[in-house]
């Protein structure tokens, strides 16, 4: 699998001190909160891992499967809902918890998604932020590490369902996929 990646730019251990650093930051900002992480699959399955584990205050979680990107490596533009939450939003302090935030359209999606069902507040925690990927103007409120304008694999992300188990996050080389 390792052949595939052009280049290693985050390991296990320094993604797993960002997860760190982001559980204490929400930690501190929701004291006496009781705020519901939203996890968006499948991409962010091994991030909310992490990140529930280094909340230690109460905080309840559910899931979500939205997709738009299909096989490729270009959004679609078109976000859909595979599974919906289980848990009832509205007056909750809900953070979405994401993989990456490459053109904003997921993000901007779920954020009005969520306001429309009359939610307390909507933060954003992003194990990655891609910048220079960004067609919508989205904000991140908590992010790990902003990554070039390339395909990045591992860690939950992937190339048509490949890669998300790596343990680390690489850039794919570019003769393995097709625009
Ligand atoms: O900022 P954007 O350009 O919208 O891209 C970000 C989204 O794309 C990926 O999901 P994808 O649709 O590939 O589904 P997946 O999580 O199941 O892989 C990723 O997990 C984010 O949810
Ligand atoms: O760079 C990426 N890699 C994997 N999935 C993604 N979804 C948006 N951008 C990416």
């Not at 968006?40 to 091994?46: E, H, P, Q």
């Not at 997921?106 to 990927?133: M, Q, W």
């Not at 369902?161 to 850039?171: T, W």
């Amino acid at each position: 699998m390792d052949a595939d990646i052009k280049k290693v730019l985050y390991s296990e251990q320094e993604i797993q001190a960002v997860t760190q650093r982001l559980g204490q930051q929400i930690t501190a900002d929701y004291q006496g909160k009781n705020p519901l992480l939203v996890c968006i699959l499948k991409g962010a399955y091994l991030f909310m891992a992490d990140i529930a584990k280094n909340v230690s205050d109460y905080a309840e979680v559910d899931f979500m499967n939205v997709s738009s990107y299909g096989d490729g490596v270009v959004s679609t533009g078109n976000v859909k809902i595979i599974k919906d939450l289980d848990i009832d939003v509205k007056g909750r302090d809900v953070i979405i918890v994401e993989d990456i935030v490459d053109t904003g359209q997921t993000l901007a999606y779920l954020i009005d998604l969520f306001n429309g069902r009359d939610v307390k507040s909507v933060k954003v925690c992003s194990l990655l932020d891609k910048p220079e990927g960004r067609k919508v103007d989205v904000q991140v409120d908590y992010a790990g590490f902003e990554v070039p304008n390339e395909f990045v694999v591992g860690y939950g992300l992937d190339y048509a369902e490949k890669y998300r188990n790596l343990p680390y996050i690489g850039i794919l080389k570019p003769e393995i996929y097709t625009e």
